[in-house]
């Protein structure tokens, strides 16, 4: 059985890799912005090039991993939590805390629903289902997310899980600072900040996405 900090630690170790991993993926996806014709080939590329490296498999194994192990650590903390009676009106050093800060796991249980919707949407069909090839002979990932951009619903429901995980980042990545024991006066305003600024970048970047493809191809 793991312990209470080996459990914060765990959590915030698979949190930072995540929140890497979406950096990344964020980028890779900006190219969604390029050009019609020249975001069609060069994204189609791009994910052939991720789906055809032994690297990139070897890290996927680890995203799976990170996204189970976080999900699973959040919700028995959560429980834990509950059951112990704490409500997190106030931390320790007695100053009152948000309301996303009380509700991480809400937020995580919708975040994970998106994942789940997400996934199947973008990575079961890429990866088990019929995709056309575009020209240079690559599956035309990008046909399926216009097609699946273009759908109203779902982009309501992007747009909301963005909102979702920017709280969840930015109660994250602060709490990960103190687990990691660089809550000092001298730096943890800096750490905050940039917290906040990477969480509200990466979500209303992602949130963009949909939006914009949505609105180009009607």
Request: glycine share 6%.
């Amino acid at each position: 059985m793991l312990s209470s900090l080996s459990r914060k630690m765990l959590m915030c170790l698979t949190g930072l890799f995540l929140s890497f991993f979406l950096l990344i993926h964020f980028l890779g996806n900006l190219q969604l912005f390029l050009p019609k014709e020249r975001a069609h080939l060069q994204f189609n590329a791009y994910s052939h090039f991720l789906s055809g490296n032994i690297i990139i498999e070897i890290v996927s194994y680890i995203l799976y991993a990170s996204i189970i192990l976080h999900a699973v650590d959040g919700l028995i903390i959560t429980l834990k939590n509950k059951k112990s009676g704490a409500n997190y009106q106030t931390d320790r050093r007695g100053r009152a805390s948000k309301w996303y800060s009380r509700n991480m796991g809400l937020l995580g249980t919708f975040i994970l629903i998106f994942l789940v919707i997400h996934f199947q949407n973008f990575w079961y069909v890429y990866k088990f289902g019929t995709i056309p090839l575009d020209e240079n002979g690559n599956k035309d990932l990008y046909i399926l997310v216009v097609t699946v951009f273009k759908e109203w619903w779902y982009v309501v429901i992007y747009v909301i899980s963005m909102f979702a995980l920017c709280y969840h980042l930015i109660h994250g990545i602060y709490s990960a600072t103190r687990t990691l024991g660089l809550y000092h006066p001298k730096f943890i305003k800096w750490f905050k900040i940039a917290g906040i600024a990477y969480s509200v970048i990466i979500s209303a970047g992602f949130a963009m996405m949909p939006v914009y493809v949505f609105f180009t191809y009607r």
